[in-house]
């Protein structure tokens, strides 16, 4: 089988490859926005120290880039853990996670970032 790509047909793909480039670019801006936005409520009532629970995937990454944006406008600090165990030597914190599996674990005191 031989299949030949038309000049419509390349068009077509070109269209198509845009707008999921235009659409995944929107579902970024609002979700950093709303990240950004669940933090701010945070800092708000006076929380500054943030852990990180999960993989380094890609919305570790996003919400790694959120602190890392409002690091510039308020005195924050922020950690990853992959573990919980050194939470008893921490104080004041708030816990944020991304993963959708505990979501209803009600043993993980945290905020998870994608469903608040």
């Not at 979700?31 to 500054?48: A, D, L, M, P, R």
């Not at 409002?70 to 939470?87: A, C, F, G, N, Q």
Request: aromatic content about 12%; overall charge neutral; charged content about 25%.
């Amino acid at each position: 089988i031989k299949y030949t790509l038309t000049e419509h047909g390349i068009i077509r793909k070109a269209s198509l490859y845009y707008d999921w480039i235009v659409q995944s670019y929107h579902t970024i801006s609002k979700t950093k926005f709303h990240i950004k936005g669940i933090v701010e409520k945070q800092i708000s009532k006076g929380v500054n120290s943030f852990i990180l629970f999960g993989l380094e995937d890609e919305i570790f990454k996003l919400v790694k880039m959120c602190l890392m944006e409002l690091k510039r406008e308020h005195t924050i600090h922020y950690h990853h853990l992959t573990d919980l165990s050194p939470l008893d030597q921490m104080e004041a914190f708030c816990l944020l996670h991304w993963d959708i599996k505990a979501l209803f674990d009600e043993r993980l005191n945290a905020i998870n970032v994608l469903f608040e």
